[in-house]
């Protein structure tokens, strides 16, 4: 596709669900990044996959997160018994290949996520 | 670890004035060091990447600036309008086998009024 999209864009959840949040990212871009987002701070780094593998998820903050990329294209984090504090922006971000100087990563809308 | 810092935290300034946001960090060994705008709602958008090895890049109104040594870099905005007002990020990217585990600053968030 022509960027990175992300879905839903809005997810309004009561505490204790599962929550799963979907990246698409641009065609061909072998690299995929999760971030989050909390209200007025910075976007701080979860997990990174290069092609089907998890590359590094020292990002994640407790074992109810989880990420997978079956096919090395589209990634869906998986939330179990969400918690208010998990409510924050979620970020997901593309780049063609990991290493290169000319590599920008390209970053999604994100969904944004509330437990209530 | 890597700590980025952003000064001011917010800024609201007239239409036309020039401007310059600062951003700190505090591990010179750097990859490269990236200034993006986000909008709400929206993605995030980048505006300036600097290669570790060089010391600026401009792009129209917006120059950014590298120091490595000094930890710093700064966003200088030329005869600002109200289309410029957005939130700011400093990102600093480690490389290596951190590459693309981004360390970004809080933010300024830039107000510029008509």
């Known amino acids: 596709g022509a960027g990175v999209s992300q879905t839903p864009s809005n997810k309004v959840t009561e505490k204790g669900k599962y929550v799963e949040l979907r990246c698409d990212p641009i065609s061909g871009h072998t690299a995929l990044y999760w971030y989050r987002q909390s209200l007025g701070q910075g976007p701080e780094f979860l997990i990174y996959?290069?092609?089907?593998?998890?590359?590094?998820d020292s990002g994640l903050p407790n074992d109810r997160f989880f990420a997978v990329r079956p096919e090395g294209s589209v990634s869906t984090l998986k939330i179990q018994r969400t918690e208010r504090g998990d409510s924050a922006v979620y970020l997901c971000?593309?780049?063609?290949?990991?290493?290169?100087?000319?590599?920008?990563?390209?970053f999604g809308a994100g969904s944004r996520l509330t437990v209530l | 670890k890597q700590e980025v810092t952003q000064i001011p935290a917010a800024l609201s300034v007239p239409e036309g004035e020039n401007l310059v946001l600062n951003c700190s960090f505090t591990?010179?060994?750097?990859?490269?060091l990236q200034w993006f705008r986000q909008d709400p709602g929206k993605g995030l958008t980048s505006l300036l990447l600097?290669?570790?090895?060089?010391r600026e890049q401009t792009s129209g109104r917006l120059n950014a600036s590298l120091d490595k040594s000094s930890g710093r870099s700064t966003l200088y905005i030329a005869a600002s309008q109200p289309g410029d007002s957005a939130t700011y990020l400093c990102?600093?990217?480690?490389?290596?086998?951190?590459?693309?585990?981004?360390?970004f600053g809080q933010g300024t968030i830039l107000t510029v009024h008509p």
């Open positions: 600097i290669q570790s090895s060089q």
């Open positions: 996959f290069q092609g089907t593998g998890a590359a590094d």
């Open positions: 990102v600093v990217n480690a490389g290596g086998t951190s590459y693309g585990k981004l360390t």
């Open positions: 591990d010179s060994a750097i990859y490269n």
């Open positions: 971000a593309s780049s063609p290949r990991r290493g290169s100087g000319a590599n920008v990563l390209t």
